[in-house]
């Protein structure tokens, strides 16, 4: 079993910044994707950010040169750095990998996060 767990959510004014981390832990071989998304209420859920071995990264266009994500491999853990936060990107933000649980079968399982809340104030 593999646990994913996010913080670092909170309340922030316009122009300002948080910081987001990823957790995972449990029966883990090797993490080959991690990625970050969010969702408004009322809105679908939405791909913000991924990062696969070592550090190629990709980003929505709507938060492209704002946020960052990055990943520390010996921690399993990934991390969401988002700069100039605006009242649109509120939503709940998830934390999604593709886990290989183990060496002697090639099955690799998605799991989730339970979530963390993001609020931008004007």
């Known amino acids: 079993q593999v646990q994913l767990v996010e913080s670092g959510g909170g309340l922030v004014q316009a122009g300002g910044s948080l910081r987001l981390s990823c957790a995972a832990s449990?029966?883990?071989?090797?993490?080959?994707?991690m990625a970050w998304y969010r969702q408004a209420p009322g809105k679908q859920r939405d791909l913000v950010a991924t990062?696969?071995?070592?550090?190629?990264?990709n980003y929505a266009d709507s938060v492209k040169g704002r946020f960052t994500i990055s990943r520390d491999n010996a921690k399993n853990m990934v991390y969401l750095q988002m700069n100039s936060l605006k009242p649109e990107d509120t939503a709940v933000y998830y934390c999604?990998?593709?886990?290989?649980?183990?060496?002697?079968?090639?099955?690799?399982?998605?799991?989730w996060g339970q979530g963390t809340q993001v609020t931008v104030s004007s």
């Open positions: 990062i696969t071995s070592p550090t190629r990264a």
């Open positions: 999604n990998a593709d886990v290989q649980i183990s060496m002697t079968s090639p099955t690799v399982r998605r799991y």
């Open positions: 449990g029966s883990i071989f090797s993490i080959n994707y």
